[in-house]
């Protein structure tokens, strides 16, 4: 008879930790494993990668969570390798072999498509992607063998380099290294690349290397969380502030924080800003995100006061 499990005593934390997501595993249950490491109540992720895909992998604790479309819709890097000459029914290596043929292009070839690719582009979504059309995902559909309309959507590539690197079995390959809008899907950019060069490709790595304002550098495993005790995995958990980058701050008087909670607006001698974060004084708290215009403070997203207090009595 195996014994029964112990139960795990949850805790509130709040906060960001940044990690670098494991080949194979797929984005909730690397949120699961460090949500369960850190004993956390709540959680939430700020946009999945692929199981075949590694790196930046932004999570969000507690009142975090509240925060978390900020970073979702932040650009992305991404470092990629295509298999050239070969295309796959899924445009990565998980997919059945469509069609082979010679790869000849050259590193001019290659300058070319970069300045074809870069910029504001048109990208039509894979059928094997989470994207939902009438409530399913197009994943599920692809796995019924059918194939749906997909409406192209704006993306902007910032910039892309290609590189060509050793052959694999037989057949070149070009190493990606991609800056890009969110929505973007780097399978999708390669099987475009491929076309470009008259001889198709498709996706055999993918790590994501930036997500925002945050880089591998700042990542850490799964597998050196696991070997931290409590206090030196809390100790990685950043302020919820951090998901706030970029965004102007505005302290509020104690009569003024209040209505704000309640979503009023309020009047002062600001100037108008798309992107604010408001805190409160006495004790100093995040209260929540706003923008400001003509003069008036518009409550975007708030904090509950419970949340507030849970924040100021466990800080990362």
């Not at 001698?269 to 995100?289: F, K, N």
């Amino acid at each position: 008879m195996n014994a029964p499990r112990t139960r795990v005593q949850r805790r509130p934390v709040h906060g960001l930790l940044l990690l670098d997501k494991p080949l194979g595993m797929s984005s909730n249950n690397a949120l699961q494993k460090a949500k369960y490491l850190l004993r956390a109540e709540k959680a939430g992720h700020t946009g999945t990668l692929d199981p075949l895909a590694s790196g930046v992998l932004p999570l969000c604790f507690g009142a975090a969570t509240k925060f978390s479309q900020i970073h979702l819709d932040a650009d992305k890097a991404y470092e990629a390798v295509a298999k050239m000459g070969q295309t796959t029914s899924t445009g990565d290596a998980e997919g059945e072999v469509l069609a082979q043929c010679e790869a000849t292009f050259s590193p001019d070839d290659l300058r070319q498509v970069e300045q074809t690719l870069s910029g504001p582009i048109q990208q039509t979504p894979p059928m094997h992607s989470a994207l939902k059309k009438d409530g399913k995902a197009l994943y599920e559909y692809a796995r019924e063998g059918l194939t749906v309309e997909r409406a192209p959507r704006a993306i902007t590539i910032h910039s892309l380099r290609l590189q060509e690197i050793e052959p694999q079995d037989g057949l070149r390959c070009v190493r990606m290294w991609v800056d890009c809008s969110k929505g973007t899907y780097i399978r999708t950019l390669a099987e475009d690349m491929g076309k470009a060069l008259g001889c198709g490709a498709h996706l055999i790595s993918l790590r994501r290397t930036r997500s925002g304002p945050f880089g591998q550098a700042d990542c850490i495993t799964l597998e050196q969380l696991e070997a931290m005790d409590e206090d030196q995995r809390q100790a990685l958990v950043r302020p919820v502030d951090s998901l706030l980058q970029g965004h102007h701050p505005i302290t509020l008087a104690p009569h003024d924080s209040g209505r704000f909670l309640s979503g009023l607006r309020r009047r002062g001698a600001w100037p108008d800003c798309e992107h604010v974060s408001v805190y409160g004084q006495d004790p100093h708290s995040l209260l929540g995100t706003a923008h400001v215009k003509a003069g008036e403070l518009i409550p975007t997203r708030l904090l509950s006061p419970l949340e507030i207090k849970s924040l100021l009595e466990n800080p990362a």
